[in-house]
């Protein structure tokens, strides 16, 4: 993910934590949070797989982990506050919960992020994530093919 000052990395191989660069990729901090982990379902499994034409080699080569990544997505606000989305649903909405650092790297809370797909997220471009005055807002691609924008309220956890 990107803001106007920053480039975050993470991967899962460099441990769970969030690598935070200047724009001349330098470093400036590492964001540490610890995590709950989420197993990875076996529906999770079959839906990713039936993207790939039975009989390809491509499928021997796909090979699941027992659990998902701290984060899936990362998304900034005008204040520089990064939004670290997680696997981890919210218990009563369904929603995915995203971990928030300030713009020092500070964790300042939780909050759920509405409804995102990440399997569709992957296909489409559209799921990208916006931030303004405190709501949540994205175009979503409903499952008849007709496009929707959404927009969510930040709600503490």
């Not at 724009?23 to 197993?39: Q, W």
């Not at 499994?45 to 699941?64: C, L, V």
């Not at 928030?100 to 296909?123: E, H, R, T, W």
Request: aromatic share 18%; proline share 4%; charged share 30%.
């Amino acid at each position: 993910g990107a803001s106007s000052r920053f480039i975050y990395i993470f991967h899962k191989k460099m441990g769970e934590d969030i690598f935070v660069y200047d724009l001349f990729g330098n470093p400036v901090r590492r964001v540490k949070k610890e995590h709950k982990k989420i197993p990875v379902s076996k529906e999770y499994e079959k839906e990713i797989m039936s993207f790939i034409p039975k009989g390809s080699p491509d499928r021997e080569k796909i090979k699941f982990h027992e659990f998902f990544p701290a984060y899936q997505n990362f998304f900034t606000d005008s204040q520089e506050r990064l939004y670290a989305m997680t696997y981890e649903k919210d218990k009563s909405t369904g929603a995915y919960l995203c971990d928030v650092f300030n713009s020092q790297g500070v964790f300042v809370g939780c909050v759920a992020a509405g409804y995102i797909d990440p399997i569709k997220s992957l296909q489409n471009d559209s799921a990208k994530i916006k931030v303004n005055n405190r709501y949540f807002y994205w175009v979503r691609e409903k499952d008849n093919g007709y496009k929707v924008f959404e927009s969510y309220s930040i709600q503490k956890k």
